[in-house]
Nanobody, 123 residues
Framework: QVQLVESGGGLVQAGGSLRLSCAAS????????MGWFRQAPGKEREFVAC????????VYTDSVKGRFTISRDNAKNTVTLQMNSLKPEDTAVYYC????????????????WGQGTQVTVSS
C-alpha cells in the first residue's frame, strides 16, 4: 500500500503560480512512477504529467507544456507540480497517483491515488 496526500491547491488569478506537493508513505517511493491528473466539474479525469522512478523520463500533456514542471525527491518521498502562467481552464481537482508499471498517461495504470486538491484560477 502507498498513501498519497496532496497539498498546495488554492485560488489564484490567471497568470499566477501554484506549487502542488504530494507526500507518499508506505512502500518504497522510488519503486513507483508518479503522475498528476486533474478533473474539472462534469469532465473526465485527464492526464497532466508523469515522471519515472528516477526522474529521467517525464511526459506532459500538450496544454501544460512550458508552464508546468513535475519533479520528485526520492529522499523526501515527494513529487511536486510547479504550475506557472495558470489559466482559468486549469481549474480542477488535481490528483497525484503512483504506478508500479512505469510512467503512463493512462489513469488505469495507477493503483494508488491521493484525495485531490482543488485548484481554482480566476479570470
Amino acid at each position: 500500500q502507498v498513501q498519497l496526500v496532496e497539498s498546495g491547491g488554492g485560488l489564484v488569478q490567471a497568470g499566477g503560480s501554484l506549487r502542488l506537493s504530494c507526500a507518499a508513505s508506505g512502500r518504497t517511493f522510488s519503486n513507483f512512477a508518479m503522475g498528476w491528473f486533474r478533473q474539472a466539474p462534469g469532465k473526465e479525469r485527464e492526464f497532466v504529467a508523469c515522471i519515472d522512478w528516477s526522474g529521467s523520463r517525464i511526459v506532459y500533456t500538450d496544454s501544460v507544456k512550458g508552464r508546468f514542471t513535475i519533479s520528485r525527491d526520492n529522499a523526501k518521498n515527494t513529487v511536486t507540480l510547479q504550475m506557472n502562467s495558470l489559466k482559468p481552464e486549469d481549474t480542477a481537482v488535481y490528483y497525484c497517483a503512483a504506478s508500479r508499471n512505469g510512467e503512463s498517461v493512462v489513469p488505469d495504470s495507477y493503483a494508488y491515488w491521493g484525495q485531490g486538491t482543488q485548484v481554482t484560477v480566476s479570470s
